[in-house]
């Protein structure tokens, strides 16, 4: 939630400890990819370099119906994203026409670069819709690829310890951010279907696959394996409880077996 608070930066927590909710490309950058994370980074073509070296703007916003507030810094996917999602908010609760929401969506850009980019391009963007400025933005702060980019981190995701509803709010919201910026590379309904289930688990596959699913909305094929996936996580909450109880009982026997021993003989 974005409204009244600002939006954090992304940072390099490990992948099993990220809030999907906020869960950026950065998030999965590993040591060996650093270098070539800094140039998927360097958001502006002006001075790449120097512009690692900042830190990423925040989007703060007060009221619903006053205009949000992009902070100095650079650009990154989720920056962006949360961005498109303060301006459609406030173009949802505008008194004024919509004709008039960029005369306030451009005054609320606080960083330099994008300040002198509107003031390069003053009447062009005047005249465009929300949407154009937007898709026009991304195109000027965001780097060259970064939709491909994003698409391999959706295709290279894979279950591992996470929970399913976890991994499936990670993909649609990267997939909502090709989705949003009209991206080729956005995955249909029946791409991500086969996506999570080619990636998920394999007990959590076998359970779908022996319950035999049928085919229909995805959002009802997620809440299914939902169920799933919760089901087996109380059957492995049970085992493993088996299990420490069996090693308690061994330790114990194994204990008092070792005090018959080292007592001393009987005269």
């Given at each position: 939630?974005?409204?009244?608070?600002?939006?954090?930066?992304?940072?390099?927590?490990?992948?099993?400890?990220?809030?999907?909710?906020?869960?950026?490309?950065?998030?999965?950058?590993?040591?060996?990819?650093?270098?070539?994370?800094?140039?998927?980074?360097?958001?502006?073509?002006?001075?790449?370099?120097?512009?690692?070296?900042?830190?990423?703007?925040?989007?703060?916003?007060?009221?619903?119906?006053?205009?949000?507030?992009?902070?100095?810094?650079?650009?990154?996917?989720?920056?962006?994203?949360?961005?498109?999602?303060?301006?459609?908010?406030?173009?949802?609760?505008?008194?004024?026409?919509?004709?008039?929401?960029?005369?306030?969506?451009?005054?609320?850009?606080?960083?330099?670069?994008?300040?002198?980019?509107?003031?390069?391009?003053?009447?062009?963007?005047?005249?465009?819709?929300?949407?154009?400025?937007?898709?026009?933005?991304?195109?000027?702060?965001?780097?060259?690829?970064?939709?491909?980019?994003?698409?391999?981190?959706?295709?290279?995701?894979?279950?591992?310890?996470?929970?399913?509803?976890?991994?499936?709010?990670?993909?649609?919201?990267?997939?909502?951010?090709?989705?949003?910026?009209?991206?080729?590379?956005?995955?249909?309904?029946?791409?991500?279907?086969?996506?999570?289930?080619?990636?998920?688990?394999?007990?959590?596959?076998?359970?779908?696959?022996y319950k035999r699913?049928?085919?229909?909305?995805?959002?009802?094929?997620?809440?299914?394996?939902?169920?799933?996936?919760?089901?087996?996580?109380?059957?492995?909450?049970?085992?493993?409880?088996?299990?420490?109880?069996?090693?308690?009982?061994?330790?114990?026997?194994?204990?008092?077996?070792i005090d018959r021993?080292?007592?001393?003989?009987?005269?």
């Amino acid at each position: 939630d974005i409204s009244g608070s600002s939006l954090s930066e992304a940072d390099s927590t490990p992948f099993h400890q990220i809030n999907p909710a906020i869960i950026t490309l950065s998030a999965y950058r590993t040591p060996a990819a650093s270098c070539t994370y800094q140039k998927m980074a360097a958001t502006l073509a002006f001075n790449p370099d120097a512009d690692n070296q900042r830190p990423l703007a925040k989007v703060r916003v007060t009221k619903l119906k006053e205009c949000p507030m992009l902070t100095k810094g650079h650009m990154d996917d989720h920056v962006f994203q949360q961005w498109t999602i303060a301006c459609q908010r406030f173009q949802k609760h505008l008194v004024e026409k919509d004709s008039e929401i960029m005369s306030f969506v451009v005054d609320g850009m606080l960083e330099p670069w994008f300040v002198a980019w509107y003031h390069a391009n003053r009447s062009r963007i005047d005249a465009m819709t929300l949407e154009q400025y937007l898709h026009e933005l991304q195109r000027f702060a965001l780097p060259c690829h970064w939709q491909t980019k994003v698409h391999d981190t959706i295709l290279g995701l894979y279950q591992g310890n996470m929970a399913f509803t976890d991994r499936v709010v990670v993909l649609q919201n990267l997939n909502a951010l090709l989705k949003n910026t009209r991206s080729e590379h956005t995955l249909s309904d029946m791409s991500l279907k086969a996506h999570l289930e080619s990636h998920m688990c394999p007990d959590l596959c076998w359970k779908v696959n022996y319950k035999r699913i049928p085919v229909g909305e995805l959002a009802d094929w997620i809440m299914e394996v939902v169920e799933l996936d919760e089901e087996l996580a109380k059957e492995q909450t049970r085992t493993q409880a088996l299990i420490d109880m069996s090693h308690a009982e061994q330790s114990n026997k194994c204990k008092a077996l070792i005090d018959r021993l080292s007592e001393p003989p009987c005269a």
